[in-house]
């Protein structure tokens, strides 16, 4: 069974800046499109960004030229760098398959920008 476990989150000033962490137990993803949502209270889940092993795939409109999901060399860690942090992109952030069926669905990191 894929664990996943989130880190990186935090509060932060507006314009900050964080980098998200996401730990997969096996070798998903070498071989898995993966993706970060965010969970906001009264909202959907959102599609922040997703990318294969090779390169970035789709990136949020409101997050381009900001955030950028990228993947270790090892291919067992997925990142999302978040630069000039507005107070809009705070929520829980997860990671997991891009495409259903989903994993099972890790803690999430907070992330919370404050004005």
């Known amino acids: 069974q894929v664990k996943l476990v989130e880190s990186g989150g935090g509060l932060v000033p507006s314009g900050g800046t964080l980098r998200l962490s996401c730990v997969a137990s096996t070798d998903v993803v070498r071989t898995t499109m993966m993706a970060w949502f965010r969970r906001s209270p009264g909202k959907e889940d959102e599609l922040i960004a997703t990318r294969s092993a090779g390169s970035e795939m789709y990136l949020k409109d409101s997050m381009r030229g900001r955030f950028h999901m990228t993947v270790n060399q090892e291919l067992t860690t997925v990142y999302l760098q978040m630069d000039a942090l507005k107070p809009e992109d705070s929520g829980r952030y997860y990671c997991?398959?891009?495409?259903?069926?989903?994993?099972?669905w890790g803690p999430g990191t907070e992330v919370t920008v404050s004005a």
């Open positions: 997991n398959s891009a495409l259903e069926p989903y994993f099972q």
